[in-house]
């Protein structure tokens, strides 16, 4: 069945550093990827997706380019904050009722 | 725009006892999902609703798990009896429609605590 693997947390950086958290998938189809975020003590927000092969997602100065021939869709941002600390994600839906499959998160801890 | 309203936000329980959970979906949103996350992994859907029809099921444990959408707006989550490993948090998701990539717009959660 479809699948979503992502790296393994937690990730520690420094401000400003630059950001990867590496995702790929496995799925019938064309899935649409997802991006989602969870701050501490809040619920699951969107951050960003991408509905078709090279599609770029983009928000708050994070992006993720949909690659089919790699199946990955990898989470980069040039320079994190602190207020970027949180759970990261990543997701697909496929098929007709828009079903919502996460891998299994990666916490990113920013310290100043 | 209000979102996906929750509650209760925490629930402790023994294990064999009843729970159950409700939410508030946004205005208009005819789909309505719920998750379970347990701790240390993704979100994994239990039931989805469009309307008040059950689209899919097929990761609901029926022999202690139940889910309604009467009337297509709110939805009761109950399990009876609760075991240990229901431990979790409960997540109710809304969206405009089921299809395509209409964003997932979730609620803060229930945390759910069997002893």
């Known amino acids: 069945g479809d699948s979503v693997t992502q790296m393994e947390g937690p990730v520690t950086l420094s401000e400003e550093a630059f950001l990867t958290i590496n995702c790929t998938y496995t799925a019938t189809g064309y899935p649409s990827l997802f991006w989602y975020v969870q701050y501490p003590g809040e619920g699951l927000q969107l951050l960003l997706k991408?509905?078709?092969?090279?599609d770029k997602g983009s928000n708050k100065g994070f992006e993720a380019t949909y690659r089919k021939e790699t199946t990955s869709f990898h989470l980069e941002k040039g320079s994190v904050q602190v207020s970027d600390s949180a759970v990261y994600f990543c997701?697909?839906?496929?098929?007709?009722?828009?079903?919502?499959?996460f891998g299994t998160g990666t916490l990113l801890a920013v310290q100043p | 725009e209000a979102g996906v309203a929750q509650s209760p936000r925490y629930k402790i329980i023994e294990k064999r006892q009843s729970v159950a959970f409700w939410c508030n979906p946004i205005s208009g949103h005819a789909t309505l999902y719920w998750y379970q996350q347990i701790l240390g992994q993704g979100p994994k859907l239990l039931i989805q609703f469009q309307n008040n029809g059950v689209v899919d099921d097929s990761q609901l444990p029926k022999d202690r798990f139940s889910a309604e959408r009467l009337k297509g707006v709110d939805s009761t989550l109950k399990i009876q009896p609760a075991k240990l490993e229901d431990s979790a948090v409960y997540l109710c998701?809304?969206?405009?429609?089921?299809?395509?990539?209409?964003?997932?717009?979730f609620g803060p959660g229930t945390r759910l605590t069997v002893t």
């Open positions: 991408a509905t078709k092969a090279d």
């Open positions: 998701a809304s969206s405009l429609a089921g299809q395509g990539s209409n964003e997932q717009y």
């Open positions: 997701a697909l839906s496929s098929g007709a009722t828009n079903k919502l499959i």
